[in-house]
Structures are given as C-alpha cells and as structure tokens.
C-alpha cells in the first residue's frame, strides 16, 4: 500500500484546508484510513479515522471542526479542517490499517496556522 498526501499549507487562525491521502497498491486490504498529526516536541496523535464501512472517529479536539470522508471510487481519503486554531500547527500523517496489524503512513504534509 502507498499513500500520497496532499493539500497543507499555511493558513491564518479560522481559516479552512482540506487535506487529501490517495491510496495505490494493495488498496482491497485496507480496513480503514486516518489521519494523525504530530507537532513539534510533541508525540504524533490521532486526528480522525474512517473504516471502510464509513464509521467515523474523531479525537475530541477536533470533534466539529474536522471532518473525514472517502471516495472510494478514487481510493482517497479527505480531512476538511475548518475554524483552524494556531495550535493545529502540525505535519500530517495519512494512515492506512491492513488487518491484522500493519500500519501504512504517508509522507506527511505541513499544515501552519499563522495569522
């Protein structure tokens, strides 16, 4: 499996971006998709995740504001990031899981929340 992951950039405080993970490879085997961020002096964390029957989870800091979806027929995964906060500031991380334990990681991309 390999992903590629677009879309950060700089953005100012309450502004919107919407990252992209397009999955290639062995993409049958993927139960779900995700994304995880890690900031500076900080350890990498779960942002959001979606399993292949569309059920969604959300780390509560990003509950209301972040949404993840899928099209499937592209194999790509999507983050809309709304009311974005300077803490948001981070490298983004697609994932992918393929049962039973492997993990599959993008090659991040940098989302800076700056006014």
């Known amino acids: 499996v390999q992903l590629q992951a677009s879309g950060g950039g700089l953005v100012q405080p309450g502004g919107s971006l919407r990252l992209s993970c397009a999955a290639s490879?062995?993409?049958?085997?993927?139960?779900?998709m995700g994304w995880y961020r890690q900031a500076p002096g900080k350890q990498r964390e779960l942002v959001t995740s979606?399993?292949?029957?569309?059920?969604?989870n959300y780390a509560d800091s990003m509950k209301g504001r972040f949404t993840i979806s899928r099209d499937n027929a592209k194999n790509t995964v999507y983050l809309q990031m709304n009311s974005l906060k300077p803490e948001d500031t981070a490298v983004y991380y697609c994932?992918?899981?393929?049962?039973?334990?492997?993990?599959?990681w993008g090659q991040g991309t940098q989302v800076t929340v700056s006014s």
């Open positions: 979606i399993t292949s029957g569309g059920v969604t």
């Open positions: 490879g062995s993409i049958f085997s993927i139960n779900a």
């Open positions: 994932n992918a899981q393929v049962p039973p334990h492997m993990a599959y």
